[in-house]
Structure formats: C-alpha cells, structure tokens
C-alpha cells in the first residue's frame, strides 16, 4: 500500500465524516434533509422512492492531523481468557408467583451471565452484565450446608434473580463460577447502578463504551437509530428499528474508526474518539453493535484495506434505479470494482464489503440491502461465512 496517496484519502475520508456530524448538530432542531418523493415505472408497475436532496457543502481537511501508524486496518490481538465459564439449563425463580420456577439455558462467561427461553436460544431474555451494573451475589444453604439456589441482586434495586441446578453440586458449581466473574468485573471495583433508570433493563443487551472500545474489530457493524424527520421516515418506509449502517475498522495505534457513507458527503471516516469527546452519539437515539465472529487472518485484512483504500472519499447515491436492481452479475462485480464513478448509500457499503469478503451472497446486489436488513430481526439474512451476533446497545450514560 502507497502510505502517501491513502494518508491523503485518509484525512479527506475524516473530513468527509466531521462535515455530516456538524451538518446534523446544526440542523438537529430544524427539519432537514427534507425528502423527494419520485415515481419510476419498471416493466409495468409504478413505484414510488423517496430520495434526498442535499447539496453537498464545502470540505476542508487541512487541519486534521493524521497519526502515521492510523492508516492501516488491523484486528485487536485475541487476549487470552482466563475466567471461567460454565453453559447448561438453569431454572429460574419468576418473580410471579403462580408461575414458579421456570427453566432457562444459561450462559455465565466474559463477566456476564444470560439466560434464554428454552426454545430461543439466539435471542437472550435476559442480561446481566458484571461491567456495566454492580451485583450482590447470595447463596442459599440447605440444613447440611449446600448451596442449594444463588441469588443476584443489583445495586440500588429491589429486584432478584434466583436460580438453581438440578442438584447441589452443580447449584454450587455455578455459584463459583459466577463469584468469580462477578468478582473479577468493572461492576466489582466500582458501585455502578445508572442502569436503574431503564424499565427493565435486563432485557436490552447493552455493552458500556468501554468495553465496546475494548471488543469492537474490524469490520463489525454499527446500526443507528436517529433523530431526524428523515430517519423517522426511512424507518416508516423501511419498517425497521435503524436507519443508518455502518462499518467498524480498528488500527494498528488500537484507536477504533466508522467506515460509513453519509446523504450529505460520502464515504468517510469517522473517529470514534472523536464521536466521544465531540458527543456526537447524541444525534442518535440508540447505536447498536453486530459482532462479526470470523477469523480475520491476513486475506481477510487485506480485502478490508483494499476495500477502504478504492471507496474512502466515494460519492453518496440513492437512486430508484439502484433499488430496482436485483441481482449483482460476475461482470458487474469485476467492472464496478475500478469504477470511479461507483457510489453507496449507507447499507449498499456495509453489504458490498461483505460481498468481497463472501460473507453475503455474490449474486444478490448490494443495494437491497437496507439498514433493518442487516439487524437480527431480520431472520432472512444468510451469512455464507462467519456469524453475526445478535445487537448490543452501546451504552453511553456513564460519559
């Protein structure tokens, strides 16, 4: 790779993502970005889109400051887990009374324990996160000094968590091996209840800043909700939770960028240190993460940095006809990968690389794929390689 020429692209890439960000921060009260209604014919019927009307503004990357080791695309080295974790079915006291114990599959891994409804086991019904809230662990004996049930309560709550095993043994199995992961959390070292304030909250899977600063890699993707007349709209439109994706690069300083294609300006870059300090999380409602579970080796990296090195500074487009497409041909691919002109709207992106790195199917194209598309509602999306994780709220209330 040409250090020079994609440092270069690399700081117009930033620019390119400040200018959105400001863009959206000045016009956060106003109803911006109003949408144009257009009607297409094809092969007979009539179709109705909506497309913006931006006008893109003036770009000026000169006083961004561009580290020389932050041009590259790495994955965060695996660290070693040393904590212990134990899987198996569980049951759970209901807080309802007549409804008694139910079971639930449990997992108690990485500071956290979840437990699903038996018959969904991709969907958590429940998440205690050690890092993000503070817990009391509890044991309950029996007449011989067993540990018989195990009781979590969080700091600050009235609330309870009760489980057991089929027997004492196994009960007092799960019960050091929650210890320890409780023990050994952010939740342990300091008294952290702000989750408290969310009905419920055991039932979001929510990840602290933090972590997600700590566990999110390359090319794992970002889903937002936003606040903006238009995104109620595409989100009215689309019948989806999100409306707007984008793509997560980590780098070899371990400083986190989102890779994204934005209505007003393009394919651009945006630092997460920078969407921190300048909060410019608060443009959203929510901000969701999708781990990508891949082995990211040397190919792997490499198709990403190609990838990011041909689209950086690429022109933003929505149009009808891009959405009447429906399949990708072999000669589309190879044409449109040197094309100059090739444009992306925000899930066209994320969906085009996972296409090169043939996670999503070669033939379909990249334009239909929308944001919700990408989402764990979604139980049509086929992943040929690999596997999505379900969301993550990346929760930002301890900033």
Same mark, same amino acid.
């Given at each position: 790779?040409?250090?020079?020429?994609?440092?270069?692209?690399?700081?117009?890439?930033?620019? &390119?993502?400040?200018?959105?960000?400001? /863009?959206?921060?000045?016009?956060?009260?106003?109803?911006?970005?109003?949408?144009?209604?257009?009607?297409?014919?094809?092969?007979?019927?009539?179709? +109705?889109?909506?497309?913006?009307?931006?006008?893109?503004?003036?770009?000026?990357?000169?006083?961004?400051?561009?580290?020389?080791?932050?041009?590259?695309?790495?994955?965060?080295?695996?660290?070693?887990?040393?904590?212990?974790? &134990?899987?198996?079915?569980?049951?759970?006291?209901?807080?309802?009374?007549?409804?008694?114990?139910?079971?639930?599959?449990?997992?108690?891994?990485?500071?956290?324990?979840?437990?699903?409804?038996?018959?969904?086991?991709?969907?958590?019904?429940?998440?205690?996160?050690?890092?993000?809230?503070?817990?009391?662990?509890?044991? $309950?004996?029996?007449?011989?000094?067993?540990?018989?049930?195990?009781?979590?309560?969080?700091?600050?709550?009235?609330?309870? *968590? &009760?489980?057991?095993?089929?027997?004492?043994?196994?009960?007092?199995?799960?019960?050091? $091996?929650? %210890?320890?992961?409780?023990? !050994?959390?952010?939740?342990?070292?300091?008294?952290?209840?702000?989750?408290?304030?969310?009905? #419920?909250?055991?039932? =979001?899977? %929510?990840?602290?800043?933090?972590?997600?600063?700590?566990?999110?890699?390359?090319?794992?993707? @970002?889903?937002?909700?936003?606040?903006?007349?238009?995104?109620?709209?595409?989100?009215?439109? +689309?019948?989806?939770?999100?409306?707007?994706?984008?793509?997560?690069?980590?780098?070899?300083?371990?400083?986190?960028? &989102? @890779?994204?294609? !934005?209505?007003?300006?393009?394919?651009?870059?945006?630092?997460?240190?920078?969407?921190?300090?300048? #909060?410019?999380?608060?443009?959203?409602?929510?901000?969701?993460?999708?781990?990508?579970?891949?082995?990211?080796? /040397?190919?792997? @990296?490499? =198709?990403?940095?190609?990838?990011? +090195?041909?689209?950086?500074?690429?022109?933003?487009? @929505?149009?009808?006809?891009?959405?009447?497409?429906?399949?990708?041909?072999?000669?589309?691919?190879?044409?449109?990968?040197?094309?100059?002109?090739?444009?992306?709207?925000?899930?066209?992106?994320?969906?085009?690389?996972?296409?090169?790195?043939?996670? *999503?199917?070669?033939?379909?194209?990249?334009?239909?794929?929308?944001?919700?598309?990408?989402?764990?509602?979604?139980?049509?999306?086929?992943?040929?390689?690999?596997?999505? /994780?379900?969301?993550?709220?990346?929760?930002?209330?301890?900033?």
């Amino acid at each position: 790779m040409q250090q020079g020429s994609f440092q270069a692209k690399f700081k117009a890439a930033l620019a &390119i993502s400040q200018m959105d960000k400001k /863009h959206r921060q000045q016009n956060k009260s106003q109803v911006q970005n109003q949408l144009c209604e257009t009607i297409v014919q094809h092969n007979g019927n009539k179709c +109705t889109f909506y497309m913006g009307n931006d006008k893109m503004a003036e770009i000026d990357e000169n006083g961004i400051v561009v580290p020389e080791q932050d041009i590259q695309v790495i994955s965060k080295k695996n660290e070693s887990q040393k904590l212990p974790s &134990i899987e198996g079915m569980l049951l759970k006291k209901s807080p309802h009374y007549f409804q008694g114990w139910q079971q639930r599959w449990t997992v108690c891994k990485n500071n956290r324990l979840i437990y699903y409804l038996p018959e969904n086991q991709n969907s958590p019904y429940g998440v205690l996160d050690f890092n993000i809230m503070s817990y009391s662990l509890q044991d $309950v004996k029996n007449q011989q000094g067993q540990i018989t049930e195990f009781v979590l309560i969080p700091s600050g709550s009235t609330k309870n *968590f &009760i489980f057991k095993a089929e027997n004492a043994d196994k009960t007092k199995d799960w019960y050091h $091996v929650v %210890r320890e992961n409780k023990d !050994t959390s952010e939740g342990a070292k300091k008294i952290i209840n702000s989750l408290n304030k969310y009905p #419920r909250f055991w039932r =979001t899977d %929510r990840i602290s800043f933090e972590q997600f600063q700590k566990i999110g890699d390359t090319a794992d993707i @970002l889903l937002f909700r936003g606040t903006g007349a238009n995104c109620l709209i595409q989100r009215g439109l +689309t019948g989806s939770d999100y409306d707007h994706a984008a793509l997560l690069l980590r780098f070899p300083s371990g400083s986190l960028y &989102i @890779l994204e294609a !934005t209505g007003c300006y393009g394919v651009g870059l945006c630092s997460w240190q920078d969407m921190i300090a300048e #909060r410019w999380f608060e443009l959203f409602d929510k901000i969701v993460i999708r781990r990508l579970e891949i082995e990211r080796d /040397h190919k792997f @990296l490499s =198709t990403v940095q190609e990838f990011v +090195t041909e689209n950086i500074g690429k022109k933003y487009s @929505l149009t009808p006809m891009k959405l009447l497409k429906q399949k990708s041909t072999v000669q589309d691919i190879n044409k449109q990968a040197n094309k100059e002109e090739r444009t992306f709207f925000c899930s066209e992106l994320v969906a085009a690389l996972y296409k090169k790195l043939e996670i *999503f199917d070669q033939q379909k194209s990249s334009a239909q794929y929308w944001p919700g598309n990408l989402s764990s509602e979604n139980k049509g999306l086929v992943i040929l390689k690999g596997k999505l /994780h379900p969301e993550q709220l990346i929760d930002f209330s301890n900033i």
